[in-house]
């Protein structure tokens, strides 16, 4: 997996963040292998948001920080493993997720709190300066505006073949490759 991320990050802390990406997924699977599956898509698409958030200005260990919170956090239901997952990313980065939300239009970008979206063609600027208060309220809003972000990239043949000699080692690489051949065939009809 970490080669897979490395491959799909953009940015110049590539090695840094597929890093700490590969080690958060290890340590979330260690306690939760059981009831939860963190897949290579789900590692795309938090690549996938990283790559799509590095022109805004929002720092890469925020992006970081949302992007874990989209794939993985926010979709679980136990408060204490969500505050067990949000304390490890805490010491991973030594920076804490803010989740204030704040909304302010700045020029071409609507940030809310510390995460910022690109303006559309819908005018905003009746949203300077408001305010949401609420938790509940703020972390919805976050989810949303994480969500705006997204566009989850298809595996290509090279990432199917890196998933299917990581997952099936014992497996010839060559019978892999023509059992990978033969079903891309079939998808792309």
């Given at each position: 997996m970490r080669q897979i991320v490395r491959h799909h990050l953009i940015c110049e802390e590539r090695e840094e963040i597929s890093e700490k990406m590969v080690e958060f997924i290890g340590w979330f699977l260690e306690r939760c292998s059981s009831k939860h599956v963190v897949s290579v898509r789900d590692a795309l698409t938090w690549t996938a948001f990283l790559n799509k958030t590095s022109d805004l200005p929002t720092s890469l260990l925020q992006r970081y920080l949302h992007g874990a919170h989209l794939i993985l956090v926010d979709s679980l239901s136990d408060p204490a493993l969500k505050q067990l997952c949000t304390s490890y990313l805490h010491d991973q980065c030594g920076e804490q997720l803010t989740m204030s939300c704040d909304i302010h239009?700045?020029?071409?970008?609507?940030?809310?709190?510390?995460?910022?979206?690109?303006?559309?063609?819908?005018?905003?600027?009746?949203?300077?300066?408001?305010?949401?208060?609420?938790?509940?309220?703020?972390?919805?809003v976050l989810r949303i505006a994480r969500g705006l972000l997204v566009y989850v990239e298809t595996l290509t043949k090279e990432d199917?073949?890196?998933?299917?000699?990581?997952?099936?080692?014992?497996?010839?690489?060559?019978?892999?490759?023509?059992?990978?051949?033969?079903?891309?065939?079939?998808h792309q009809q």
């Open positions: 239009v700045t020029g071409q970008f609507v940030k809310f709190g510390t995460l910022s979206v690109r303006r559309g063609e819908l005018g905003c600027a009746d949203l300077e300066g408001y305010s949401i208060g609420g938790p509940t309220t703020a972390a919805n199917m073949m890196l998933v299917l000699t990581s997952t099936h080692p014992h497996i010839p690489r060559e019978v892999l490759a023509q059992v990978l051949s033969f079903n891309w065939a079939i």
